[in-house]
Nanobody, 115 residues
């Protein structure tokens, strides 16, 4: 059974940095795309960044140049390095994958950026 567990969220001042981690199990991690989503209060969940098995990445425009998604296929881990954080980056961040036709989500980790 696929399990995704996020960690690394917290409270940070505007301009600060955080590194999120996602530990994956129950899947052949290295073969599948992995995503970070976020959901701000009162808003829909949005895709923040994606990394595919080759290591190719893409980002939503609002985080380009500030966030970096990466993966460690030995440790079955996904990361999101977030720099120059802004109050509008506040939300719950979720690790996600689509594995054998089913969507899997972690429990989420809260990121709060104060102004």
């Amino acid at each position: 059974q696929v399990r995704l567990v996020e960690s690394g969220g917290g409270l940070v001042q505007s301009g600060g940095s955080l590194r999120l981690s996602c530990a994956a199990s129950g899947m052949n991690f290295r073969l599948f795309p992995m995503d970070w989503y976020r959901q701000a209060p009162g808003k829909q969940r949005e895709l923040v960044a994606r990394i595919i098995s080759s290591g190719s990445t893409n980002y939503t425009d609002s985080v380009k140049g500030r966030f970096t998604i990466s993966r460690d296929n030995v440790r079955n881990a996904l990361y999101l390095q977030m720099n120059s954080l802004k109050p509008e980056d506040t939300g719950v961040y979720y690790c996600h994958t689509k594995y054998r036709g089913s969507n899997y989500w972690g429990q989420g980790t809260q990121v709060t950026v104060s102004s």
